[in-house]
Structure formats: structure tokens, C-alpha cells
């Protein structure tokens, strides 16, 4: 699908504030994919689709070991090279967008993240490496004015099928469950992950739709409240942004407040 056809059903939701990492680098190795642009792709397996080709300047990655069902979609890393001749002390800042393997890596990269773990000049040297020793970093992931951001997936088809992609997911947190309220029993209906950060479920309840995840992290397991997220029509094709300034930021029970 082309760029021009391609659109979003986003919200926008408030995450507890978790602005610290682990500090503990871990070693292991990178390569990089091909692409003729240094883009991202836009087939990764976490399901992003084209938004997949550009989230963070197209610093991205794929990972294999680091993949966990797919919960390791959005996650954040500081990821840098170990040859002090070619490479930054920083390295590069990405995102997980896709499961990749490599020999013996823990990241395959977009070439733009990885020619930017060089120095300056040294790019094109750090290139003919292919696969380079790296340690690597989770960090928080920071978006401007958002904290996790979800998007309602192309595949789905009004009003028998919805799938729901976790797009950004703020600070050091996965999400690992997504459940829809249903209003007639009053209780939460679970969604399946059916692929990458992608949840799903048919023929969800008519009417706007209240959302929740479950997100572990520093905090621990936190339930987080989306009310009216999906409107009553939704349209894979049509963008709608939410700022939830008062989401539950602490386990919830199963009704609604």
C-alpha cells in the first residue's frame, strides 16, 4: 500500500512516568538489512506497516531473541558498536519494529541506525563490517505529547473484524494484553494477539468502544483505561487522536468507574 493510502486510527494515552533504565549494557552482536532508501520496511512483523518505514527518523530494528511473542515491539534500546576507531561512544537510539535474525545478533538495523553507531566520515567503513560487536541498552522510549499510541490495523473490515496495533509504547513498558468493555454483560472481553504488537477480535460490541492494556514494566503489572478510543463507526482509513489526561494508572477491577 502506498504512503498516500496510508492512514491511522490512533489514541494517545498517559503512562506512569518511568524515566530511568537499567544501566547495565549487554553484549552482543548487529548487522544490518538491506533497503535501497536506509529506511525501515514496511512488512515488519510487529505488524506497523508503512508508519513502520519512518518511527524515529527510521532508526529501527528487528530482533529475534528479544522478541518475546511480540511483546518487544516498540520497545526503545541504546544500542553501540565496539570499534573505537570508526565508532561513537553514544551509538544509535532505536525502535523495534520487526523480528529479524542475524549470525549470532541480537539486532538487525535499518542502514540508517546503523551507519549512525559511526563517527563521522566512518559510515561507509562501518558498512563493510556487515556484523559488528555491539552492547546495548534498554531505554525509555520517549514520544512528544503521547505515551502509547495504537493504531486500528489495515486488515481490518467493519464491522465483523478489528485489529488493534500497539504503535508506542512510552517509558521502559510492554504490553501484554488488550481487552475491549462490553457494555451488555459488563464485563471486559479479552483480544488475541494474533501477530506482533497486533490484538484482535470479531465482531466486537456496536457504539464507541472503551480499550484497556495491561503493561508490565518498572512499576509492575498496571491496568491502563481508554474510554471511547474506537468511535462507533471506525474506519481503518480515517485518523482519530485521543490525550487521555486521567487514565488509570493502577490495576483496575472489571467494570467501569
Known amino acids: 500500500m502506498g504512503l498516500c493510502q496510508y492512514y491511522l486510527l490512533s489514541v494517545v494515552l498517559l503512562l506512569p512516568a518511568l524515566c530511568y ?11 544490518y538489512y538491506g533497503s535501497p532508501d536506509g529506511l525501515g520496511t514496511p512488512t515488519g512483523a510487529c505488524g506497523f506497516g508503512a508508519y513502520g518505514r519512518t518511527v524515529n527518523d527510521a532508526n529501527v530494528a528487528g530482533v529475534s531473541r528479544l522478541w518475546n511473542n511480540g511483546t518487544g ?9 565496539n570499534v573505537p ?18 549470525d549470532d545478533t541480537d539486532f538487525v538495523l535499518s ?42 490495523h489495515e ?24 481487552e475491549m468493555w462490553q457494555e451488555d454483560c459488563k464485563e471486559w472481553m479479552p483480544m488475541k494477539r494474533a501477530f ?11 457504539g464507541p468502544m472503551n480499550l484497556r492494556f495491561q503493561v508490565s514494566g ?24 485521543l490525550l ?8 483496575v477491577s472489571s467494570k467501569l468507574n
Open 85 to 102: 576507531e570508526v565508532c561513537t561512544d553514544y551509538g544509535v537510539y532505536v525502535v523495534v519494529t520487526d523480528y529479524g535474525e542475524g
Open 196 to 206: 506482533g504488537a497486533v490484538f484482535d477480535i470479531f465482531y466486537p460490541p456496536p
Open 73 to 81: 515491539c516498540g520497545a526503545c534500546y541504546q544500542v553501540r558498536c
Open 111 to 152: 542502514p540508517r541506525a546503523y551507519g549512525r553507531m559511526a563517527l563521522a566520515d566512518k559510515a561507509e567503513e562501518l558498512y563493510t563490517f556487515g556484523v559488528v560487536d555491539v552492547e546495548f541498552l534498554r531505554v525509555p522510549c520517549r514520544f512528544r505529547g503521547y505515551n502509547v499510541m495504537f493504531k486500528v
Open 244 to 251: 487521555l489526561k486521567g487514565v488509570l494508572c493502577t490495576p
Open 218 to 241: 518498572s512499576a509492575g503489572l498496571t491496568w491502563v483505561v481508554a474510554n471511547n478510543a474506537i468511535p462507533k463507526v471506525w474506519k481503518a482509513g480515517v485518523a482519530y487522536d
Open 21 to 31: 533504565s537499567q544501566y547495565t549494557f549487554t553484549s552482543s552482536r548487529a548487522t
Open 155 to 178: 486488515n481490518s473490515k467493519y464491522p465483523q473484524y478489528l485489529a488493534v496495533a500497539t504503535l508506542y509504547v512510552g517509558g521502559q513498558n510492554d504490553v501484554l494484553a488488550v
